[in-house]
């Protein structure tokens, strides 16, 4: 079955935009996280959807907000786009129960010129 | 806080070597992962180990949970396991969650 899929692949924004990014999870996974991954701060979790609702949300402004959709498809946005936000982003997909398997898209790359 | 550490930070090794690689965590394991980030970015899974061993081809992994850590055994390394290691974990601080927490990696050159 097809795997996690993240749209764009690569964004470029000014700063002061805002950006909304897309993962579509394994189907009949429920669960969807978020992680942005930098070079000084490395993998660091924003936060967890499950069936619609917020699970569990990391150390971030609240600039960064996400959502999840009936379907299980998730968005985060960013606003206010700052230079420190460049990074990637990358989306993980778990069936749904706690502590399981987590699968990862190939990520967004964002950069904030 | 929590922490997960990884070690060695760095590593170099010819084709056909044997490598260990070291995961420490500071908190009950409930889900421990090792990765693979491929040069575009992508986090591939390796192994799903909260604890026992599990062996996939030339790798393999261990978890011992009462000891709080795990190793990712490469043997006969060839240059495509060349990138950075990461294991993650989720421990029970964090109650009905899939969060998982990231240790710094392992940047692994394999030369020919």
């Known amino acids: 079955k097809a795997g996690v899929t993240q749209t764009p692949r690569y964004l470029i924004k000014t700063r002061g935009q805002q950006v909304t990014l897309s993962c579509s999870p394994i189907?009949?996974?429920?669960?969807v996280s978020w992680y942005q991954q930098t070079p000084g701060q490395g993998l660091q979790f924003l936060f967890e959807?499950?069936?619609?609702?917020?699970?569990n949300k990391g150390n971030f402004p609240g600039r960064f907000s996400g959502r999840q959709f009936s379907n299980s498809r998730s968005e985060m946005n960013v606003s206010t786009l700052e230079l420190g936000d460049s990074a990637l982003y990358l989306c993980?997909?778990?069936?749904?129960?706690?502590?399981?398997?987590?699968?990862f898209g190939q990520g967004t790359r964002l950069t904030v010129v | 806080g929590i922490q997960v550490e990884q070690s060695p930070p760095d590593l170099i090794l010819q084709e056909g070597a044997n490598s260990t690689l070291r995961c420490n965590f500071s908190d009950s394991v409930n889900n421990l992962q090792w990765f693979h980030q491929n040069p575009w970015g992508q986090l591939i899974n390796l192994f799903y180990?909260?604890?026992g061993t599990k062996q996939n081809g030339r790798l393999s992994a261990t978890t011992v949970a009462t000891e709080r850590y795990s190793l990712l055994y490469i043997s006969s390394s060839q240059t495509t396991d060349s990138g950075v290691y990461f294991c993650?974990?989720?421990?029970?601080?964090?109650?009905?969650?899939?969060?998982?927490?990231f240790g710094t990696g392992t940047l692994l050159a394999v030369q020919p």
């Open positions: 993650a974990y989720c421990g029970r601080y964090g109650g009905a969650t899939n969060k998982l927490i």
């Open positions: 959807y499950f069936s619609e609702t917020q699970r």
């Open positions: 180990i909260p604890s």
């Open positions: 189907s009949g996974h429920r669960s």
């Open positions: 993980a997909s778990s069936d749904g129960q706690v502590n399981t398997e987590a699968f």
